[in-house]
């Protein structure tokens, strides 16, 4: 059973950093990509960041672009996404997803993964 984990999320002041962690375990070959999505309260799902775990290419949404780095250390099975000069707007909760394909890796709101996390909370104060 393929299980995604995320941690890392926390509470910080406006234009600090935060590093999520993405633990991906259950499976024996995931062939498409991995992703970052973040929800606020009253608002769509958005897109942050995708990698594509075969090619090591990624994709940043505008959501977050220039601000994020999203990682994978293939020894640990694990996905991780450094934001950095947080905004107030970014607070979120934040959800690591993981896709078997490529495609459809980069839709604007994740609706083709195919595994997801529970999420972890990002908050930003001003």
């Known amino acids: 059973q393929v299980q995604v984990v995320e941690s890392g999320g926390g509470s910080v002041q406006a234009g600090g950093s935060l590093r999520l962690s993405c633990a991906l375990t259950g499976y024996t070959y995931i062939g498409g990509c991995m992703g970052w999505f973040r929800q606020a309260p009253g608002k769509e799902r958005e897109g942050v960041a995708v990698?594509?775990?075969?090619?090591?290419?990624?994709t940043y949404y505008d959501s977050m672009k220039d601000r994020v780095t999203i990682s994978r250390d293939n020894a640990k099975n694990t996905m991780y996404l450094q934001m950095n000069s947080l905004k107030p707007e970014d607070t979120a909760m934040y959800y690591c997803?993981?896709?078997?394909?490529?495609?459809?890796?980069?839709?604007?709101?994740?609706?083709?993964?195919?595994?997801w996390g529970r999420g972890t909370q990002v908050t930003v104060s001003s």
């Open positions: 997803a993981a896709r078997r394909s490529v495609a459809y890796c980069a839709t604007p709101h994740g609706e083709q993964y195919d595994y």
């Open positions: 990698l594509y775990i075969g090619s090591g290419g990624t």
